[in-house]
């Protein structure tokens, strides 16, 4: 469903924070420990008059794991952002790379 936009719709969502959601429906909600922008991978649906977008994830790591099993895909660094947006030969490899980035309890 998703392989032809990812070939052709990657985006970067920009976000302070996301939710994650606990089997008790309690919200949970991470960001990087000093603040800061993150940047989720997702896709765009080309055409759809709200700019539709979907927010691909992974497995948990870190703090969200204890919260939930899946998290954002998320790219830290300017390399990985760039090459999210540019190298569409990279994309599915760049789905697979373990998330490095520390991201703490803000709320929940």
Do not use: C
């Not at 099993?69 to 990279?90: C, K």
């Not at 998330?99 to 929940?108: K, M, R």
Request: net charge positive; no cysteine.
């Amino acid at each position: 469903m998703f392989g032809p936009l990812l070939r052709r719709s990657r985006v970067l969502v920009p976000a302070r924070a996301f939710y994650e959601w606990s089997p008790a429906k309690q919200a949970f909600l991470f960001g990087r420990p000093g603040g800061g922008l993150i940047y989720m991978a997702g896709l765009a649906f080309p055409g759809s008059p709200l700019g539709s977008f979907v927010i691909l994830t992974r497995d948990a790591a870190g703090a969200p794991a204890r919260v939930h099993p899946r998290m954002p895909v998320m790219f830290d660094s300017p390399e990985l952002q760039s090459a999210w947006l540019r190298q569409d030969s990279l994309a599915p490899y760049l789905l697979r790379l373990p998330d490095q980035t520390e991201y703490s309890l803000i709320a929940g």
